[in-house]
């Protein structure tokens, strides 16, 4: 078997931070870290005296235009309508004024001066005519004061919409079921537009994160299942699966992320940012001969090694199968119990002398090894450090 062993972290599917959009004190925090709420719950609340003074003003303002605008439909267009009638009556009186002044004046009875006040109270009421003509146009539905009137309704009603919007900016509500993974503030601080007050893990599947090590992303497919343990309870193991692998690599760390999910329920003790112990199985064989990779020379798929021989150092090329940074299976060209030499300087057809005691881990430059079929547990397994 050989498998990939590396760091990863808990992680939700969405995480938000929570934060103001206006400049105020907060008046209460209503939850504490670790508690679950739901969508449109309160979390934190603002001073609001002058927002609602503001509002209060606001909805006065909208009254009184909408007082003036009802006014100009019922009393003000009677009223213009009234004033236009006894304006048509006095024009009726003054132009028959007028021509019974003219009259007497052609037969002498009355004075051209007579005839000029009289022209001149015609011009009057014809004037006064226009005028409560005019007045009752504007007082119409689609009339100038009317216009106006309801521009200046609409003007009090933005602003009090605006006023309201500003309150309820007072409170800060959930954007959906959550849980509090951090609170961060405190009644009477002070806070600004963009200071994130409280941090949200919303309501969601937990996810695992690792960062792994781009040399190994050949060996990661995604539904690859991994066993995994964390730092804080080490005999409590579970699995995960691999169920994306990001498109990216990480240019200046070099790592890919990938990302796991749990099959089943997830243990009770899982927080967020916890750190785990992931070990994926990336390829299984029941039995594998294998040879420690400081004894390879070349790369891909098939390499040359060295072994002893009678005495001496043959070279020999062999056919590669699994490979780790330690270890490589080898498919063909060895076979059990034959002594491979580590981290020699020596060539083909030199003397050797092979020291079948040295360590691989820590080779000699005159050390040596078995090929021997290992359990790929041991022999196969790729280790990340943190």
Do not use: C, Y
Request: hydrophobic content about 45%; overall charge positive; charged content about 25%.
């Amino acid at each position: 078997m050989r498998t990939l062993q590396f760091s990863g972290r808990v992680a939700t599917l969405s995480r938000v931070d929570v934060g103001s959009t206006m400049t105020g004190r907060v008046l209460e925090v209503a939850v504490a870290e670790g508690a679950h709420v739901t969508k449109g719950e309160a979390l934190v609340r603002l001073e609001s005296g002058e927002l609602r003074a503001a509002l209060e003003q606001a909805q006065a303002s909208e009254r009184q235009a909408a007082a003036r605008l009802t006014g100009l439909r019922s009393t003000g267009r009677s009223g213009a309508q009234a004033t236009l009638a006894q304006a048509d009556s006095v024009l009726v009186a003054a132009q028959a004024d007028l021509q019974r002044t003219r009259d007497l004046v052609a037969k002498g009875f009355l004075s051209e001066a007579r005839l000029d006040d009289a022209q001149r109270g015609s011009a009057v009421a014809r004037a006064q005519q226009a005028a409560a003509r005019a007045q009752s146009a504007a007082n119409a539905d689609q009339g100038t004061d009317v216009t106006q009137a309801q521009a200046q309704l609409a003007v009090t009603a933005s602003a009090t919409a605006a006023a309201r919007a500003r309150l309820d900016q007072a409170v800060l509500s959930a954007p959906a079921d959550a849980r509090v993974l951090a609170r961060l503030v405190e009644p009477g601080q002070i806070v600004q537009p963009g200071r994130a007050l409280l941090s949200l893990a919303l309501a969601g599947p937990l996810l695992l994160v690792a960062q792994v090590d781009e040399r190994f992303l050949e060996q990661l497919q995604v539904g690859q299942v991994a066993s995994v343990l964390a730092d804080a309870f080490p005999n409590q193991r579970f699995s995960a699966r691999v169920q994306s692998i990001s498109p990216l690599v990480d240019a200046q760390r070099g790592a890919v992320e990938v990302k796991f999910s749990l099959p089943q329920a997830p243990p009770a003790f899982l927080r967020e940012d916890m750190t785990l112990s992931i070990e994926v199985e990336t390829a299984r064989r029941d039995t594998a001969l294998v040879v420690p990779a400081s004894a390879l020379r070349g790369d891909g798929s098939s390499a040359t090694v060295l072994v002893e021989r009678d005495g001496r150092a043959e070279a020999r090329k062999v056919r590669l199968g699994l490979r780790t940074l330690e270890a490589a299976e080898v498919l063909d060209g060895l076979a059990a119990g034959d002594t491979v030499l580590l981290g020699t300087t020596a060539k083909p057809g030199q003397r050797v002398r092979a020291d079948l005691k040295t360590s691989v881990a820590r080779p000699s430059t005159q050390g040596a090894r078995n090929a021997t079929r290992e359990d790929a547990g041991s022999a196969l397994t790729n280790a990340m450090g943190r």
